[in-house]
């Protein structure tokens, strides 16, 4: 079967390397069907996010024309070579959906599919604190692991419940376990996780198997494959992401995590276009 990558940045995020024609060689090169480009939405409409380092999170706001303009040249470009399918990641942040959308609305016509994610979590004061950043770690330590992961899955859960969020794809799903840090209450998170689940069946959306954790210190996807199970024995589509931050990293660990799939029982990926779903064999 040909791969296909839907999660993937490049330098508009200014984390990342790479320009977005490097991926789309690169993808060309590993002989991928198709690769989403999923770069981060701007932070820039938010309120209250004073101490986050958002200019080093995601492109701008007066970014996001060049942004896509530029994946759709590429994709007339190279369009007899791969699919090019276009996306954005995005936060979700607890009462200022209104605000997003007040700039999402004008692109959604010319998306192919969203990634909904959690990457901002507030401290006992309601400071926000990136968790997936290692500059914050020692918010593990003062909140307590137990309380990040309840936190993350609770935020999780309203993300999900709330329908002007406008999204296809869970990102990531048990990503505060990036940095090995593993939560000692394992029932009670995996009851949170439970919750999270029966809320992503009943809106049909689809989870994006992340090969990223592997080149982190938890040295495996996300989510786990006790997650992933739970996920085949509830019939939600899944499809492969490889969070990849450079084009050496696309298409990381993807043999290796279909081969589990399979074993699983999964022999489908979702596929998008205009924000509707297909699948695909493996």
């Not at 390397?17 to 993808?27: M, P």
């Not at 942040?93 to 507030?122: A, F, M, P």
């Not at 081969?259 to 779903?277: T, V």
């Amino acid at each position: 079967m040909k791969l296909q990558d839907w999660h993937t940045h490049n330098e508009m995020c200014h984390h990342a390397i790479g320009s977005l024609e490097d991926y789309v060689k690169k993808a060309i090169d590993l002989n991928l069907d198709t690769i989403g480009i999923s770069d981060h939405f701007p932070y820039g409409y938010l309120l209250g996010i004073e101490g986050l380092p958002v200019h080093e999170y995601a492109m701008v706001l007066e970014e996001i024309e060049l942004y896509l303009s530029s994946v759709e040249s590429l994709r007339e470009k190279y369009n007899s070579d791969i699919n090019i399918k276009l996306g954005f990641e995005i936060d979700y942040i607890e009462g200022q959906v209104d605000r997003l959308n007040g700039y999402l609305d004008k692109t959604k016509s010319r998306l192919d599919y969203i990634l909904g994610s959690i990457h901002v979590l507030y401290t006992k004061d309601g400071t926000p604190w990136g968790m997936d950043d290692s500059r914050f770690l020692d918010q593990y330590n003062s909140l307590g692991t137990d309380n990040v992961y309840i936190q993350y899955y609770q935020s999780m859960q309203k993300m999900i419940k709330t329908i002007d969020f406008d999204f296809d794809i869970v990102s990531h799903f048990d990503i505060p376990k990036k940095f090995n840090k593993l939560p000692t209450s394992e029932n009670l998170i995996m009851n949170e996780v439970d919750k999270t689940l029966e809320l992503i069946k009943k809106r049909d959306l689809t989870i994006e198997i992340n090969t990223a954790g592997f080149r982190k210190e938890i040295k495996e996807q996300y989510p786990s494959l006790e997650i992933i199970k739970k996920m085949y024995n509830l019939d939600i589509p899944i499809l492969l992401g490889s969070d990849a931050h450079a084009p050496n990293e696309l298409a990381f660990e993807f043999k290796r995590i279909i081969g589990e799939l399979k074993n699983i029982g999964y022999n489908h990926l979702a596929s998008f276009d205009k924000r509707k779903s297909d699948f695909i064999e493996i």
